[in-house]
């Protein structure tokens, strides 16, 4: 059952943490761009999985790829988390949804946590060390602070690594977020749906399987030594599909017995089956950024039969959240629920 108070508390939590009003757009993951592609399952894909996206036939795709800091100005260069939601339109006219980021786990286990974390994780003022401030730190044998890039008056991590220093749990996600960097184009970058989903074979087995996006050209990141710039990424891909088609590969992870199933803070070991369920292929840049970027609205539990979440709490109040939030940005209507599942 969805309670929507909590929904409209988590989405007011981002609100409260934003550096600037953002207007009717998302609160997170505010800058991003909608691509159209084509989703085509590998031979193999069918016989792990029902879902009608998995049977092999060309499935038209929305993509739509953000920079994960909320917040009205383009960052492109700066060190952030990037996010990566397709819909696959499978014919039910509905769609099945996959949202992942650069993100390989996330750093709250449920709500309370998600909570505490965005009193603690609030942007702080950040100022420039002078050179005898480093010096003290490097005597001290730590790490000094990076100079703040050009505009950058608010300092996103502080809170967060405090949040981190307290809460163990946390800490793969937040030191991962912490030293991230800048991809040189968003289809050169590796996207983590961090979650646990249940995926039902042809012959009913059920299993619970992790999914990820490869980039077929390889992950490559901006030189972290030189000056930021900050608007690239769109200019990017549109010069990049214009001239060839970028693409990923869709991953599936198959979990064992005691992985953690319900919990998108812990990893998975390194040595899980592994298969290739399909490739995404990337073919423009949406001419209708309005429809395909900024109102389309994207939902993890919106998932084609043969998909179904798992129990992990963050993934459940993500349910609610995004259409609260779509709802307070006039996004399109999600009209999936679980009453209508039934
Ligand atoms: C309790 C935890 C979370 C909350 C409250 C939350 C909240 C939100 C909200 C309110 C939006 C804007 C939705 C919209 O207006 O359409 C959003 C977008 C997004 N979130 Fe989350 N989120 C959470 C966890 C996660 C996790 C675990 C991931 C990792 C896969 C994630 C990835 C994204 C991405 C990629 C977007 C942008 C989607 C788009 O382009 O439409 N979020 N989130």
């Known amino acids: 059952m969805v309670d929507t108070s909590v929904a409209k508390q988590l989405v007011q939590a981002i609100i409260d943490n934003l550096p600037a009003p953002v207007g009717p757009r998302r609160p997170v993951h505010t800058i991003g761009i909608g ?24 499935v038209p795709a929305s993509v739509r790829f953000s920079n994960g800091l909320g917040g009205p100005d383009q960052h492109d260069g700066w060190s952030d988390v990037r996010g990566m939601a397709t819909r696959f339109h499978i014919s039910d006219g509905k769609g099945s949804d996959l949202i992942a980021t650069t993100l390989g786990e996330f750093f709250v286990r449920n ?11 609030k942007l702080a003022p950040y100022s420039r060390l002078s050179w005898w401030q480093k010096l003290c730190d490097l005597v001290k044998l730590k790490v ?24 163990r749990f946390a800490q793969l996600g937040v030191f991962q977020a912490a030293v991230i960097g800048a991809p040189v184009s968003y289809a050169r970058a590796s996207y983590h749906a961090v979650h646990t989903f249940w995926v039902t074979a042809p012959n009913g087995v059920r299993r619970p399987v992790r999914f990820s996006w490869q980039p ?14 900050d608007k690239y990424l769109f200019k990017e891909l549109d010069e990049r599909l214009k001239k060839w088609p970028a693409r990923f590969m869709l991953m599936m992870t198959i979990g064992e017995a005691g992985d953690a199933i319900d919990d998108c803070t812990k990893p998975w070991p390194g040595t899980r089956l592994r298969i290739s369920m399909g490739t995404l292929t990337l073919l423009k840049v949406s001419e209708d950024q309005e429809a395909d970027g900024e109102r389309i609205s ?13 129990a992990d709490p963050i993934l459940e109040a993500r349910l609610g959240a995004y259409e609260a939030s779509r709802e307070i940005r006039g996004g399109c209507p999600f009209k999936w629920s679980k009453v209508d599942a039934g």
Request: hydrophobic share 35%; net charge negative.
């Open 111 to 121: 709500v309370d946590d998600f909570f505490k974390f965005t009193e603690i994780a």
């Open 35 to 58: 691509v159209k592609g084509e989703f085509v399952a590998s031979n193999v894909a069918r016989n792990y999985c029902i879902a009608e996206q998995f049977q092999g036939q060309p």
């Open 298 to 310: 994207f939902n993890p539990n919106r998932l084609a039969p043969g998909i179904e979440p798992s």
């Open 216 to 229: 077929v050209a390889g992950v490559c990141n901006t030189d972290p030594m030189a000056v930021p710039q």
């Open 144 to 167: 000094p602070d990076r100079d703040p890039y050009l505009n950058e008056t608010e300092n996103v991590n502080a809170g967060a690594l405090r949040y981190a220093n307290q809460h």
